[in-house]
């Protein structure tokens, strides 16, 4: 069982949420999982055909900091992150959506992360990607057209987001839009089997929750 977050108030509060929903404790660590998405209500999604991911999903803590170019984050384990990229795949293969490779000038790149830490910034350091987004540099970044995500504070250890990014139309300051955002709370937590059960669970519900995805 999980909860479904869709008003931007409730993912700043998104551990308390947690708590609150079960005030003699959670029975299942499934019982805490939130999913929360948000999009750019303004992007015609039906006009993109074509996606690329990465083949690896990076970990962001405390002690991985972006440094100088060539940068190359830690990266979550090969059971976990193949569990997270196929889950993935296969829900945007089934909305429609062709998979390339991001250099074959895709429509759209979905950059998948895990955060190791007890504060997520959705702003965090671009260097994280440079190593796979291409054409990258020094100045570029991204930014959110049409909402804005709120800094989410003391998520659980092992929250996983997801950012659909729009390569093709970076602004003057070379910044690359985030189209739509997906987060999954404290989702690496227990066993691997029901770790990878719950990610396909949790991750298939971020985009049932997001119908305008579909071509």
């Known amino acids: 069982m999980f909860k479904k977050i869709n008003a931007l108030v409730a993912i700043v509060s998104i551990a308390m949420v947690s ?4 005030p003699d404790g959670a029975e299942y660590i499934d019982e805490l999982d939130i999913v ?16 690329a991911l990465p083949d690896k999903v990076i970990k962001i803590d405390q002690e991985n900091i972006p440094g100088e170019p060539g940068f190359e984050p830690e990266f979550v384990s090969p059971a976990y992150s193949a569990a997270i990229l196929a889950s993935i795949r ?20 979905i950059l998948p992360a895990v955060f190791q830490t007890d504060q997520l910034y959705f702003y965090y350091d671009w260097w994280y990607w440079s190593w796979f ?11 959110y057209p049409g909402y804005y995500p709120p ?27 985030v189209v739509w955002t997906g987060v999954v ?18 991750i298939n519900q971020a985009f049932e929750q997001s119908p305008y995805l579909a071509k």
């Open 133 to 143: 987004y291409p054409g990258w540099g020094p100045g570029w970044g991204w930014y």
């Open 185 to 202: 709370n404290g989702l690496l937590e227990g066993n691997v089997d029901t770790i990878t059960s719950r990610i396909g669970t949790t």
């Open 36 to 51: 929360y998405t948000n999009y750019d209500d303004s992007f015609n999604f039906q006009s993109k055909s074509t996606f």
């Open 19 to 22: 708590i609150s929903c079960f």
């Open 90 to 109: 296969s829900n945007m293969r089934s909305l429609g959506y062709t998979e390339v490779t991001s250099t074959a000038d895709p429509d759209l790149i």
């Open 151 to 177: 800094q989410v504070t003391r998520i659980r250890t092992g929250s996983v987001i997801m950012q659909m990014t729009d390569p093709k139309n970076q602004n003057a300051a070379d910044q690359i839009p």
